[in-house]
């Protein structure tokens, strides 16, 4: 394996972009591609096996492009297609799933963790699922918070429409699981919310709720795997970021907002449905 390759993510969006920056404030020196579904987003109304075919379509896509390593940032192509994508690649595949619950296991005190995130990534159960094989007699409980997604790509991270709308979703969990110490923020654009969120719960929770990143869970498991398969780049200059997207509308607005710095590298990509 070329260690000078490039690092592939993708994502159904561009939400993806906060799981690429969590990369390379890791990996100052590696590369990467990035896909984004965007003309095909949301992957979380689709069904499973269409989630899978889209994720494989797109990991081909990327793999002919030349990548050492593939990151699903996702959280529902993570929950439904991790299995099919190690089948039928040669390289190291990575999700935010199994990651993030193993990030949420190391940090609850009490055994309880709430899960947000898409309908999709919730009705999955991918997140509870991977908890509970993690560890059995554990607490889990998930709560879909949509509304959020659409207000992170609008830049609508603060102020009283954000707040109220994280307050009425994470009042539902609080009322159902008022004994969560830990809460998986189970979707990229979240991530954005960090701020709001932690305020929200601890006015809700009446204490310190731990937030967990799956990006950042992910990265972590990145930076091992390269380590120990001996794939990191052997260079000293920093790492370059190619993004594609399958539409482009908005991408530079909304995608450097994720990013947290410009979109330098786009452009418009053609990948099977």
């Not at 200059?237 to 590298?265: H, K, N, W």
């Amino acid at each position: 394996m070329n260690r000078e390759l490039p690092i592939g993510v993708f994502d159904s969006g561009v939400g993806g972009l906060t799981v690429v920056r969590a990369l390379r404030e890791s990996l100052p020196r590696e590369s990467f591609v990035y896909l984004g579904d965007t003309a095909r987003v949301p992957y979380g109304t689709k069904s499973p096996a269409t989630v899978v075919r889209y994720s494989l379509n797109n990991a081909r896509f990327l793999l002919s492009s030349g990548i050492k390593m593939l990151v699903v940032a996702c959280n529902t192509a993570s929950a439904h297609a991790i299995p099919a994508l190690q089948k039928e690649l040669s390289i190291p595949v990575v999700g935010v799933v199994e990651p993030g619950a193993r990030a949420a296991l190391a940090a609850t005190r009490d055994g309880c963790i709430g899960v947000i995130g898409t309908y999709g990534t919730v009705e999955s159960g991918a997140y509870q699922k991977a908890i509970s094989e993690l560890r059995d007699r554990l607490e889990v409980a998930a709560e879909p918070c949509p509304l959020l997604v659409p207000l992170a790509e609008e830049g609508w991270l603060t102020g009283d429409v954000p707040r109220l709308v994280a307050s009425e979703y994470l009042g539902r969990l609080h009322a159902r699981f008022p004994q969560a110490d830990t809460l998986v923020m189970g979707c990229t654009h979240y991530p954005l919310f960090r701020e709001l969120l932690a305020d929200v719960t601890l006015r809700l929770f009446g204490r310190e709720v731990v937030l967990i990143d799956s990006g950042v869970a992910a990265t972590a498991e990145v930076v091992h795997l390269l380590r120990r398969r001996e794939l990191e780049h052997p260079g000293e200059a920093p790492g370059t970021l190619r993004v594609m997207v399958t539409d482009r509308s908005r991408i530079e607005q909304v995608g450097s907002r994720f990013l947290g710095e410009p979109l330098t590298d786009v452009s418009s990509v053609d990948v099977p449905a």
